[in-house]
């Protein structure tokens, strides 16, 4: 099993980061061992929708996307963890996802596989905010992801969604959402 946890949030040591951290934790009690991809440490450009891809169904523009590729195509569980901003993902990781445009033309144009042996991955999601609990509060964040892992053939398996979490580090507080992390951590992917 290959696992990779991509982290989206700007801010090291927040609670986006935390709760990532004690899951990946959980995972790697099982003998799991997870790749973690912080996006603030990559150097990477949004889609330009240039439409090379769907011709070459490779990405044209030339930056660590490029080496970013081929540890998705391997991976079998796939976490992505971000805090919400303005009722969506952060910046660093829509610009992420948009960048898998790539995979929607091999699998919609070229009719390619996402990964050789035609497996669907396993994919989670960890959200953290400020505001109240409310119907709309991860709607926006939830959609994006779902749409990302269905282009890269990933099933969502399930969300830790947390909200009231508002200065770095606040989930300290909730020591019960460090022990749910931990839990979820355990029981993904065995
Ligand atoms: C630019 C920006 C936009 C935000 N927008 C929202 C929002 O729409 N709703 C919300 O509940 N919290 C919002 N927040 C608060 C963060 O989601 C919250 O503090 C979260 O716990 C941060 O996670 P982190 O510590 O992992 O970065 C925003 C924060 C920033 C910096």
Redesign the pocket.
Known sequence: MKVIAVFG???S???????LNTIITGIEANGIQVEKIVLRNLRFNPCISCEKCMQTGNCAVNDDMQKIYPIFIEATGILV????????V??QLKAFIDRFQVFWSRKYILHLPVRKDGNISKGFFV??????ESES?FAGSIKTVKSFFHVIDTEYIGNML??????????YEKQELLKQAFDTGKALFV
């Open positions: 949030s700007p801010r040591g927040g609670n986006s980061d935390i709760l963890a971000s805090p919400i901003y303005f009722m969506g952060s910046a959200a953290t905010a400020a505001r109240k509060l947390c909200s009231e979490l508002e200065e770095k580090g606040s989930v």
